[in-house]
């Protein structure tokens, strides 16, 4: 991973998950899922990853999808919460080096046990 790689990432090529058929979609998640864990068990998350989550989660739990049967509700609640916690991390992209320092230094203010849940 580096400066390189960069010109890799979906969402800078364009990419846009909403847009992506049934079969391009499962190929962001694989090609995604393989950058995820790299070796020695470095995790990396990237925009691309917090993209394609919220995504997926808008398709698993839009009350439109009518995926999960009322009966069901306890498996959506755990998929409801899986989600936000894929996502509990994930913040807007900086625009400057203020705006950077500026997220930094709210995140510096959440508490210790906050910050270790994320």
């Known amino acids: 991973m580096g400066g390189n790689t960069e010109k890799f990432r979906l969402l800078n090529n364009g990419i846009q998950f909403h847009d ?4 391009a979609l499962c190929a962001s998640l694989v090609g995604l899922s393989k950058v995820l864990l790299r070796p020695g068990m470095n ?13 997926c989660g808008e398709l698993l739990l839009n009350p439109q999808a009518n995926l999960f049967p009322a ?48």
């Not at 992506?20 to 079969?23: A, F, P, R």
């Open 20 to 23: 992506l058929n049934h079969e």
């Open 43 to 55: 995790t990396i998350i990237d925009q691309d990853h917090f993209g394609l989550w919220s995504w």
């Open 71 to 118: 009966e069901q509700y306890e498996i959506k609640s755990l998929y409801d919460a899986v989600i936000h916690c894929a996502l509990a991390g994930c913040r807007k992209p900086a625009g400057s080096k203020e705006e950077w320092q500026e997220q930094n230094r709210i995140q510096g203010l959440q508490a210790h046990h906050a910050k270790q849940l994320l």
